[in-house]
């Protein structure tokens, strides 16, 4: 081991052993916005779509197109923004993604026609889409280890806090101002949000580990003595003077590691590459496909009725949209509790186990001879089990794999690639929906989140074996 090398051990020795402050949760708070913004951002459109619709002339092709455009937009994001993280650090790369995202929401908000709506869309996708890798490997790099997996499974948590947020935020302006433009109030609080986020990450430092591994290890050395003393402790009690006694000049990257994706797929890295890809990307498919169209797929059962008006059905479809939504917060809950509890590959198999019983209820009731609407509480009672198994599970676990089972030098590009096929999994949930509304109706809809559930429990199943201590991260 060179010398660069035993220090940088030093340093990740010193993160990993440091107590818990309130400036981790700060930054984790920080970090976290990219996560919320895009929940919020899902569940948003969700609500909008009906009033776009009476607002702009927008064919079903069309509709499909504006909720691929988001996750498009995230899958050229999560792959650039894991690189970039890599390559350029943790702040600068989710400062950037979080002025992209306030910028979407802007042309979102101010859009003259629905081609506008499209460019938001994509523009916010490509800045949640550079967020989650660059978040993912910063929140896992701050925390200490006993709080590491709870952490990063509370960030990836507050997607489905966002998703809450905003469907609880459309009930507020429909039911206070209706009118057919509330989607621009709903896109608008979308980036006054954003530059709250922005204005807390310009305050946050960049990753201690980050710098170790470029072989910045005095700025390293630097920053953890300055964060020791800032949370009130003595340099001592983290391992930081000991760190610091040493003052050669610069030196070299403690170990030479290729960046880049071809990395991913060696020998060394080929399962863990699958493990945190094909999962993430199959529950991405039934996340975002019932998540985007949870008010569409009520209102094709008819809870807003058929005679009340676009914006009195666009309300009712939201408020039940709002009430399986609250278990998205139940799940999240749960989460922060089990996963570090029973581990994530046991509750990544458990949860997708309860998100296909939750569509196989909803499959029985959209099936039966007297409707859908005659089973209501099959209908909200497979929602509910769906999203609360959905956040408990590998919501939570999928974000939380590839910042743990990778180095520093290819964590966010792993975190990236992973999101980047996950997003990939979510335009094709986003796109076929409306499709399979169209030409099978309902049934084809949930027959197909049924099938993706299965097949994602499978693929944790069997790619288990790569998965590493609770808590530790690879270096």
Known sequence: MTAASARAASVFSALDEAPMT???YAY???????AFLDGFSVSALGVALPLLKGDFTISPLFVGLIGSALVLGAVLGAAIGGLGADRFGRKRTFIADMAIIALACCIGALAPNARFILLSQFLLGVGVGIDFPTSGAYVSELMPRKARNRMTVATISLQSVGMAAA??????????RPSAEDWRLLFGAGGVIALLFLVARLWAPESVRWLAAQGRIIEATALLKTLSIEFGEKPANLGAEAIARPAPPPEAAPHATDVGYMTLFAAANRART???SLPWMLMDVATYGVGLFTPVILGAMHLGGTKAGAIAADFADVEGSAAVDAFLIIGFAASLWAVPRFGRIAMQVAGFSGMALGMLLLLFAAMTDNGAKAHL????GGFMLFNFAM??????????LAPTLFPTAIRASASGFAAACAKIGAAFGTFVVPQLQDAWGLVGVVAVMVAVSVAGLLATAGLAHAVNEEGALEE
């Open 391 to 400: 956040n408990a599970g590998p919501n939570a676990t999928t974000f939380t």
């Open 167 to 176: 469907a609880f935020a459309g009930l507020a302006i429909l039911k206070l």
């Open 28 to 34: 984790w708070l920080a970090a976290s916005g990219g």
């Open 22 to 24: 309130w400036r981790h």
């Open 274 to 276: 699958m493990l945190v």
């Open 377 to 380: 509480a099959f209908v909200i």
